[in-house]
C-alpha cells in the first residue's frame, strides 16, 4: 500500500492556476503510475490525468486538456497537477491516486491507495 496527502487546493477566479502537490510514502514509488481523479458534489469520480512510472507518458480526460499538466518527481516521491486556465466547472475534490501497474491509465480500478483529496473552487 501507499499513502498519499495533496496539498495545494483552495479557492481561484476563473482564467486563474493552481498547483496540486501528492506526496506518497510506502512502497517504492518508481514502481508505479500516479492519477489524479476529481469529484464534485453530486457526480462521480472521474479521470483527470496519470503519469507512468517515469513521467515520460501522460494521459489526459479531454476536459482539461491544453490546461492541466501532471508531473513527477521520483527522487521526491512526489506528484504535481499544475491546473491553468480554471473555469468554474472545474469545481471539485481532486484525489492524488497510485496505480497498480507502471503504465498510465484512466480506469479508477486500476488505482489501490488514495489520499484524502483536497478541495478546489474556482469562482465564475
Known amino acids: 500500500q501507499v499513502q498519499l496527502v495533496e496539498s495545494g487546493g483552495g479557492t481561484v477566479q476563473a482564467g486563474g492556476s493552481l498547483r496540486l502537490s501528492c506526496a506518497a510514502s510506502?512502497?517504492?514509488?518508481?514502481?508505479?503510475?500516479m492519477g489524479w481523479f476529481r469529484q464534485a458534489p453530486g457526480k462521480e469520480r472521474e479521470f483527470v490525468a496519470s503519469?507512468?512510472?517515469?513521467?515520460?507518458?501522460?494521459l489526459y480526460a479531454e476536459s482539461v486538456k491544453g490546461r492541466f499538466a501532471i508531473s513527477r518527481d521520483n527522487a521526491r516521491k512526489m506528484v504535481y497537477l499544475q491546473m491553468n486556465s480554471l473555469k468554474p466547472e472545474d469545481t471539485a475534490v481532486y484525489y492524488c491516486?497510485?496505480?497498480?501497474?507502471?503504465?498510465?491509465?484512466?480506469?479508477?480500478?486500476?488505482?489501490?491507495?488514495w489520499g484524502q483529496g483536497t478541495q478546489v473552487t474556482v469562482s465564475s
Open positions: 491516486a497510485a496505480g497498480r501497474r507502471w503504465y498510465s491509465v484512466s480506469r479508477l480500478d486500476e488505482y489501490d491507495s
Open positions: 503519469a507512468d512510472s517515469t513521467g515520460g507518458t501522460t
Open positions: 510506502g512502497r517504492t514509488f518508481s514502481n508505479y503510475a
